[in-house]
C-alpha cells in the first residue's frame, strides 16, 4: 500500500457489579486493610507530570517546569505547511506516534474523570489539564481535514542515529499519514477515544474547547469505522517502534467514549455491535496499546451495566489477580518490555472495576492494586521511578537527560557514559526488572531502562485512585 510522506527538515455512571467467588492467591494477604500509607501519592503524581513536560516538543510555554528543556522540532510541518509542532516526544528519542501518545491521554482522562478529588488534594488539578491539553492541541492540529490524521512525525531509522539534544536536531522529519485511501482504523479510533474522554473533563473550564474535542472525535470516530484498516499498513514505518494486531477494540473504545461524552445512544449502539461482532467479550490477558479489550469490558460494564459485561470485566481482573505470572517478590509479569507498565495498567483498570464493584472483589483488586504500585515505588528495596525513593534509577535511557547542562556538548559519547544521568528526569517509570526481579541499571539495556510515556499513563491514573481511596478512608 502507497507510503504518504512529506519529508521536512528542522533546525533547531451505572453501577458495575463485579462478585468474585474465587480463592485469592498468596499475594493477598489482608483484603481489610487497602491503602498503603508508606508512600506519597500525591507527589509520585507531581513527579509523573513533571515526566510528561520534560517530553514536550514544540515551543514550550513561560510557565515550563524543566529547566534544561527548550524549544525544539518547532516547524515539524506536513505537505501542505500544516503545522505538526507541539505534542510528546514517544520515548528516549524523538519520534512522535499520534496512535501511543493517544492511548496516554485517553487513560489519564479516564482517571480524572474517576478520581477528581486526588488531583485536587495533590494540587495537581491544573497540570493534569496541561498534560492532557498538550496532547489533545496536538491531535487536532494533526487532524488536518475529515479524513486525513497524521499520525507520525519523525523518522524512525534517522531518529536512532542521532543522540542529543532535540533543541539541537538537524535530522529531516518526516510526516506520515492515514486518509480515505489508506486508513487506519485502530489510530483514528483511538485518537477519537482520546479526544472524546478528553472533552468530558474540558467541559466545567473551557466549553468552547471541550465541544471543539468533541467534534473531532465525531470525525475521526465516522472516519474510523467508515475507512476500515490498519494504520501500519499506510504508515509502515511505525511497525520499527510499535504494533497493532486489531482495530475492532479501538472502535468499540472509541463509541464508548463517544457515548459517556455525549450520551447519544447511537454510539452505545454502535459499541454493542463491535463488541459482538469482533468478539471482544473474551478474556485477554493484557490492557495496553495494543489490546485494549479489558478496557472496552470494564468501560461497557460502567456504563451499560449487562450482567455478561460485568462478568467479563470481572474475569479480567480475577485472572489478573489470582492466576496471572508474577515474579518472586510479587509483581504482575506479562511481557519482559514494559513489564511495570503492563502491572500498573492491569493494577488501574482494576482499580476502575473495584469503584462499581461490591463485596470482596472490590477488596480484592483494591489490594492487588496497592501491592503492584508499591511493587513500583520501592517495597522490596528498589524504586523504579526516576527520582522517587530508595535507588531509584540513575540511567533511564533518555538522550534529552543524558546531556550536560549547555553549553557543553552532547553526543554518542554521553549515551556511552556509564554514570548517572545529569539531568534528573523526575517521575519517568522505566521498563523494569526481568521475571526474576533483577534490573539492571543501564541505559543501554534499554529493556530494563527505556522510558515510554505510554508507561506512565495507567501508572498515573492508579495513584490517583489509590489516593483518592485514601482521602476517602478506605
Known amino acids: 500500500m502507497k507510503l504518504d510522506l512529506f519529508v521536512t527538515c528542522v533546525t533547531i455512571l451505572p453501577a458495575i457489579l463485579i462478585i468474585s467467588t474465587c480463592r485469592t492467591n498468596a499475594f493477598i494477604v489482608d483484603v481489610k486493610n487497602?491503602?498503603?500509607?508508606?508512600?506519597?501519592?500525591?507527589?509520585?503524581?507531581k513527579l509523573s507530570l513533571l515526566y510528561f513536560e520534560a517530553q514536550r516538543s514544540g515551543k514550550l510555554p513561560k510557565d515550563n517546569r524543566i529547566p534544561w528543556r527548550g524549544d525544539s522540532a518547532v516547524n515539524d510541518r506536513g505537505p501542505n505547511c500544516e503545522d505538526l509542532s507541539g505534542g510528546y516526544y514517544d520515548a528516549a528519542d524523538f519520534v512522535k506516534f499520534t496512535f501511543t501518545t493517544a492511548f496516554t491521554t485517553t487513560i489519564l482522562a479516564w482517571g480524572v474523570i474517576s478520581w477528581p478529588k486526588a488531583y485536587i488534594a495533590a494540587n495537581q488539578l491544573d497540570e493534569i489539564y496541561k498534560t492532557i491539553k498538550w496532547a489533545t492541541d496536538y491531535f487536532i492540529k494533526c487532524h488536518v481535514s475529515k479524513n486525513v490524521l497524521y499520525g507520525q512525525v519523525g523518522d524512525f531509522m534517522s531518529d536512532q542515529m542521532y543522540w542529543g539534544?532535540?533543541?539541537?536536531?538537524?535530522?529531516?522529519?518526516?510526516?506520515?499519514?492515514?486518509?480515505?485511501?489508506?486508513?487506519?482504523s485502530d489510530l483514528a479510533g483511538e485518537t477519537a477515544a482520546a479526544l472524546a474522554a478528553s472533552s468530558i473533563i474540558f467541559r466545567s473550564v473551557d466549553r468552547d474547547y471541550s465541544l471543539?474535542?468533541?467534534?473531532?472525535?465525531?470525525?475521526?470516530?465516522?472516519?474510523?469505522?467508515?475507512?476500515?484498516?490498519?494504520?501500519?499498513?499506510?504508515?509502515?514505518?511505525?511497525?520499527?517502534?510499535?504494533?497493532?494486531?486489531?482495530?475492532?477494540?479501538?472502535?468499540?473504545?472509541?463509541?464508548?467514549?463517544?457515548f459517556s461524552a455525549t450520551r447519544d445512544h447511537k454510539y452505545l449502539e454502535h459499541a454493542l455491535h463491535h463488541y459482538q461482532n469482533f468478539r471482544l467479550d473474551k478474556r485477554p490477558n493484557e490492557f495496553f496499546y495494543n489490546n485494549k479489550i479489558a478496557g472496552v469490558q470494564v468501560l461497557l460494564a460502567q456504563l451499560e451495566g449487562r450482567n455478561e459485561h460485568q462478568e467479563a470485566a470481572r474475569a479480567f481482573c480475577d485472572f489478573s489477580v489470582q492466576k496471572q505470572k508474577r515474579t518472586p517478590k510479587g509483581l504482575l509479569y506479562i511481557n519482559k518490555t514494559g513489564t511495570l507498565s503492563h502491572a500498573a495498567n492491569v493494577a488501574f483498570l482494576c482499580l476502575e472495576a473495584a469503584d462499581f464493584g461490591i463485596g470482596d472483589s472490590r477488596l480484592i483488586y483494591?489490594?492487588?492494586?496497592?501491592?503492584?504500585?508499591?511493587?513500583?515505588?520501592?517495597?522490596t528495596g528498589r524504586s523504579y521511578v526516576v527520582g522517587y525513593g530508595k535507588n531509584s534509577p540513575k540511567q533511564p535511557l533518555h538522550a534529552a537527560s543524558s546531556c550536560p547542562d549547555r553549553p557543553a556538548p552532547c553526543g554518542w559519547a554521553d549515551y556511552d557514559k556509564n554514570e548517572s544521568n545529569p539531568q534528573i528526569l523526575y517521575g519517568a517509570l522505566v521498563s523494569g526488572p526481568n521475571e526474576?526481579?533483577?534490573?539492571?541499571?543501564?541505559?543501554?539495556?534499554?529493556?530494563?531502562?527505556?522510558?515510554?510515556?505510554?508507561?506512565n499513563a495507567g501508572f498515573t491514573s492508579a495513584l490517583a485512585g489509590l489516593l483518592q481511596l485514601q482521602l476517602d478512608g478506605l
Not at 530494563?448 to 508507561?455: Q, S
Open 212 to 258: 471543539w474535542c468533541l467534534q473531532h472525535a465525531i470525525e475521526l470516530y465516522e472516519f474510523a469505522d467508515t475507512y476500515r484498516g490498519f494504520y501500519l499498513e499506510a504508515i509502515t514505518n511505525a511497525k520499527e517502534f510499535f504494533s497493532s494486531t486489531d482495530y475492532g477494540d479501538e472502535l468499540a473504545w472509541a463509541a464508548l467514549w463517544l
Open 34 to 45: 487497602v491503602t498503603d500509607k508508606s508512600h506519597d501519592y500525591a507527589e509520585v503524581i
Open 436 to 455: 526474576n526481579d533483577e534490573f539492571n541499571d543501564h541505559r543501554e539495556e534499554d529493556i530494563y531502562t527505556e522510558v515510554l510515556i505510554n508507561y
Open 165 to 184: 539534544r532535540p533543541e539541537e536536531m538537524t535530522i529531516c522529519r518526516p510526516a506520515f499519514k492515514i486518509d480515505a485511501e489508506h486508513p487506519g
Open 366 to 379: 483494591r489490594q492487588f492494586a496497592e501491592e503492584q504500585i508499591a511493587y513500583i515505588l520501592g517495597s
